[in-house]
């Protein structure tokens, strides 16, 4: 038979398990509940809620959560909380304090905790997320803190608070002028008596030392941190980082043996800061003679034979670390094998490294994107739920207007009915008058195409006298030209729209031309026409410049002895302007030629109907005559008269 404190201590260990396992449960429910809240999860977060314990902090949820009045101080524990931890994107907690930390409404007296969380939101944007994004916000903290005078502490302080930012850009830029900046603002922390606003700019400081390759400076500025932090009932944020630039400048330098090991035990004995002196006591070992007393001391405080065993243990201590911490212990450690002869390990290690940056650099990227999504997706969800509310509200409102504008219709009703035929009516009339005058376009068209080949067949009639050629071919030139008119009217009469189809109206002419001009010489004829079309006022023009140069081709340009080619190109240059291109590869014109004082009639023709066309010609004749025209429609043409 067991004795009865074996029962007494297995019952009070069964008590201490339950207790840590509802410790780490309120924890993890903790943590559901920040999240649901930077998600807007409202009634997930509530229902997580009612299951925690109740204290300070989840008293501080439950106001946020009901869009209670909360202060800033709350918020400002809530915000600080969340974004230490590291399974939440800042991008999200910046969101949150964009829509729930409003910008207070009393202007009469600053409020300095608005501020802290306004400047910690920059910091953290600029560190974890993009400089822009940083840089907005600190331009509309900046306009709230303008507001009020500088003669009150608060505000100086707040002034020089948010110059960090800019201290900042001037370091990644490397411009010194951040230096001048960090000393008016240490000056005026001191005037202030604000040790922490001067430990913070302290902070700051040290890079530009590092710019200047003030290695000494850089040590003091640090030394006096550290006495500014003795003064203070708690270390600020900036205490641990400051250890560790004291202590990689001390061994950059070398000697000081004594005070690295001073530093190095602070920074390890702290447990917040323990895993971050693997990297450092890595470092100092590799500075160290193999036969060092402080090599030994080390070895011995972790329990290890020599350096190889040392980095294992190291590298098994910082397994926490963040993926980029850790990258850099593995370097540090790669570091120490080479100084202590374990060159094999030391490469194995260093490709460790390497490796890991890589999949630091993909990571980032792949959370990035998702962390884009998810945060598209949340805004996306709230503009649905605002939108949803906004046509509850719309309905509503239309709802009782329907009542009110139903009487009034139903008063109108018979009025409207009245007008509506007395309408009809008189759409009837302007649709009769449409359709007569359309008609009337159309027979206009008709008769001025008839009146053309009257014309034209009145000069064919004519030329069958004529004996002379030269007299024979003008009268012919002007029957081709009556045509070609002719064919525009017959294109307009067809076309209800009132335009001339062009691309087929080239077609006919260059058939009308061919068979004209019939040969034994075999021609090949590209046309290059896509939905063109042309008013009335541009297509009579148009189409005798193209009659016009087609039938110089025809008459000068062709021969047996050769493959001919002719090719026709009318196409949209820009917004105004149109381009025509008629070559052939003929033996082209003479290089003295100007068609604006050229004897030939149908040449001086086309320049007149360019100009007509508020057009420009350009002659060439490299591979044959090619003639390139810029010209406008009739829309473009009005604007430019």
């Known amino acids: 038979m067991r004795p009865p404190f074996v029962f007494f201590a297995y019952f009070?260990?069964?008590?201490s398990i339950r207790a840590q396992q509802e410790e780490i449960s309120q924890e993890q429910l903790t943590q559901k509940v920040e999240v649901f809240i930077l998600e807007r999860k409202l009634d997930s977060a509530a229902f997580f809620l009612n299951r925690l314990k109740k204290n300070s902090y989840t008293t501080i949820l439950g106001k946020i959560r009901n869009r209670e009045l909360v202060s800033y101080v709350d918020y400002d524990l809530f915000l600080k909380t969340v974004s230490n931890r590291q399974s939440i994107g800042y991008l999200s907690v910046s969101n949150f304090i964009n829509d729930f930390v409003k910008e207070p409404d009393?202007?009469?007296?600053?409020?300095?905790?608005?501020?802290?969380?306004?400047?910690?939101?920059?910091?953290?944007?600029?560190?974890e997320v993009t400089l822009e994004a940083a840089t907005a916000e600190h331009k509309k903290l900046e306009v709230y803190i303008d507001r009020f005078n500088d003669s009150e502490a608060e505000v100086l302080r707040a002034k020089t608070v948010i110059t960090t930012h800019p201290i900042v850009m001037y370091s990644i830029k490397k411009d010194l002028r951040g230096k001048d900046l960090c000393l008016k603002s240490i000056g005026i922390a001191r005037a202030l008596k604000d040790i922490e606003l001067e430990i913070t700019i302290l902070y700051y400081l040290t890079d530009f030392l590092v710019l200047e390759k003030k290695l000494q400076e850089f040590i003091d500025v640090s030394e006096r941190s550290l006495v500014l932090e003795e003064g203070l009932s708690?270390?600020?944020?900036?205490?641990?980082?400051?250890?560790?630039?004291?202590?990689?400048?001390?061994?950059?330098?070398?000697?000081?043996?004594?005070?690295?090991?001073?530093?190095?035990?602070?920074?390890?004995?702290?447990?917040?800061?323990?895993?971050?002196?693997?990297?450092?006591?890595?470092?100092?070992i590799s500075k160290l003679e193999r036969n060092a007393p402080e090599k030994k001391e080390i070895l011995k405080k972790f329990q290890a034979n020599n350096v190889l065993e040392l980095v294992q243990e190291f590298i098994k201590l910082g397994?926490?670390?963040?993926?980029?911490?850790?990258?850099?212990?593995?370097?540090?450690?790669?570091?120490?094998?080479?100084?202590?002869?374990?060159?094999?390990?030391?490469?194995?290690?260093?490709?460790?490294?390497?490796?890991?940056?890589?999949?630091?650099?993909?990571?980032?990227?792949?959370?990035?994107?998702?962390?884009?999504?998810?945060?598209?997706?949340?805004?996306?969800?709230?503009?649905?739920?605002?939108?949803?509310?906004?046509?509850?509200?719309?309905?509503?409102?239309?709802?009782?207007?329907?009542?009110?504008?139903?009487?009034?219709?139903?008063?109108?009703?018979?009025?409207?009915?009245?007008?509506?035929?007395?309408?009809?009516?008189?759409?009837?009339?302007?649709?009769?008058?449409?359709?007569?005058?359309?008609?009337?376009?159309?027979?206009?068209?008709?008769?001025?195409?008839?009146?053309?080949?009257?014309?034209?067949?009145?000069?064919?009639?004519?030329?069958?006298?004529?004996?002379?050629?030269?007299?024979?071919?003008?009268?012919?030139?002007?029957?081709?030209?009556?045509?070609?008119?002719?064919?525009?009217?017959?294109?307009?009469?067809?076309?209800?729209?009132g335009v001339v189809d062009f691309d087929e109206y080239i077609e006919l002419l260059v058939k009308e031309l061919s068979s004209l001009y019939k040969s034994d010489n075999k021609i090949e004829i590209r046309i290059a026409s896509k939905n063109m079309e042309f008013d009335v006022d541009t297509a009579v023009p148009l189409g005798l410049i193209i009659n016009e140069l087609i039938t110089n081709s025809f008459k000068y340009a062709f021969s047996s002895n050769k493959k001919n080619s002719l090719t026709i190109c009318i196409n949209k240059e820009d917004k105004d302007n149109f381009k025509l291109i008629i070559e052939d590869n003929g033996p082209g014109l003479s290089n003295y030629f100007d068609a604006k004082k050229t004897k030939n009639l149908g040449l001086l023709l086309v320049s007149r109907l360019v100009k007509q066309l508020n057009g420009t010609l350009k002659l060439s004749s490299e591979k044959g005559a090619r003639f390139e025209i810029i010209f406008k429609d009739i829309h473009a043409r009005k604007l430019v008269d």
Do not use: P
């Not at 009070?12 to 008590?15: S, V």
């Not at 300095?112 to 560190?127: A, E, F, H, T």
């Not at 490469?347 to 990227?365: A, F």
């Open 12 to 15: 009070l260990f069964i008590i």
């Open 106 to 127: 009393n202007f009469k007296k600053i409020n300095s905790y608005y501020v802290d969380i306004k400047w910690y939101q920059v910091g953290k944007l600029r560190n």
């Open 234 to 284: 708690q270390n600020t944020a900036f205490y641990h980082g400051t250890l560790e630039h004291l202590i990689d400048a001390y061994i950059f330098k070398g000697g000081h043996k004594e005070r690295v090991k001073s530093l190095l035990n602070e920074l390890y004995e702290n447990n917040n800061s323990r895993i971050d002196s693997y990297k450092l006591y890595a470092k100092f």
């Open 319 to 497: 397994k926490d670390l963040n993926q980029l911490d850790f990258s850099k212990l593995i370097g540090s450690c790669a570091k120490a094998l080479v100084s202590h002869g374990f060159y094999k390990e030391s490469i194995g290690y260093k490709d460790r490294q390497i490796e890991l940056v890589k999949n630091i650099y993909s990571k980032d990227l792949s959370e990035t994107l998702a962390n884009y999504k998810t945060e598209l997706a949340v805004k996306e969800k709230e503009i649905e739920i605002t939108s949803q509310k906004e046509r509850t509200r719309v309905f509503l409102i239309i709802a009782c207007l329907v009542g009110v504008f139903l009487l009034i219709s139903l008063f109108n009703l018979r009025k409207i009915r009245r007008q509506s035929k007395e309408l009809l009516e008189k759409n009837k009339l302007v649709h009769k008058s449409l359709k007569q005058k359309e008609l009337l376009v159309k027979e206009v068209h008709h008769r001025v195409k008839n009146n053309f080949q009257i014309m034209s067949s009145l000069l064919e009639l004519q030329s069958r006298g004529i004996e002379d050629e030269k007299a024979l071919e003008r009268a012919n030139e002007g029957k081709n030209r009556v045509k070609s008119m002719a064919l525009i009217h017959q294109k307009l009469y067809e076309n209800k729209s």
